[in-house]
């Protein structure tokens, strides 16, 4: 309707210009797209954290070597951080609910479901760490990064609590079974990994 009154010349471009992002930002749009990254981020992380414990059990074939599920890990990884960043924004940019920049990044001081978006933003700061610390990987030293790398765990825990805790859509089946589904694979990769983890031991005393 005002794309049209712009084309007959009867709004101004700063007109238009006000009206498309108003639609952007008080329409329901952000709110979908907010909630979407969000199951999508779960099953991503979920994915990631599979494919890293994978990475350190030293699988690998011919067709398949190591480095191939290292680098799967990895790139999954960027890709949800990406994620998360779209999921942040479109949460900050929505002008429906207040929520600020600084709430994504200091846990528990914003007004809107302040426990529950507290605990999404200890899991970004976690997740934040985690990816600068991996960059920095060969200057921190093996048993540096691999400490602060295990937090992931953690954070995808907070990460799912937030998402059961603030989502409109977690008690939905179709949404709790993929939280089911992904809590199973995650304790499926850490009983596998403790497994390895003290077989490792064993081999080194
Ligand atoms: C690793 C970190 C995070 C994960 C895994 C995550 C995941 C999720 C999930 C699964 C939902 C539920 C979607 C639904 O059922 O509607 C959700 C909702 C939401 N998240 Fe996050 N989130 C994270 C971080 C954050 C952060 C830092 C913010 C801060 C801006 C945030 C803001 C929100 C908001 C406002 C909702 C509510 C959407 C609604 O009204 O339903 N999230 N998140």
Request: overall charge positive.
């Amino acid at each position: 309707m005002i794309a049209q009154q712009f084309a007959a010349g009867t709004v101004s471009p700063g007109a238009l210009q006000a009206s498309m992002h108003a639609s952007l930002t008080q329409g329901p749009f952000l709110w979908y797209a907010n909630r979407g990254t969000g199951v999508v981020l779960v099953a991503l992380l979920t994915l990631s954290v599979a494919i890293g414990v994978l990475s350190t059990v030293r699988a690998g074939t011919p067709a398949w070597p190591r480095f191939a599920t290292q680098a799967l890990h990895r790139n999954i990884s960027l890709i949800a951080a990406a994620l998360l960043v779209v999921h942040v924004a479109t949460a900050v940019v929505d002008t429906f609910v207040d929520i600020r920049w600084y709430d994504a990044i200091i846990p528990f001081r914003g007004s809107y479901k302040s426990y529950w978006l507290g605990l999404g933003a200890i899991a970004f700061d976690i997740i934040a760490v985690v990816i600068i610390t991996s960059l920095l990987r060969y200057r921190l030293g093996h048993r540096g990064w691999r400490g602060i790398h295990v937090l992931t765990y953690f954070a995808w825990g907070v990460g799912v609590f937030h998402g059961i805790g603030i989502g409109t859509d977690s008690t939905t089946a179709w949404e709790a079974g993929i939280t089911a589904v992904c809590i199973g694979v995650v304790t499926l990769a850490l009983v596998i990994r403790m497994a390895t983890w003290s077989h490792e031991r064993r081999l080194a005393a």
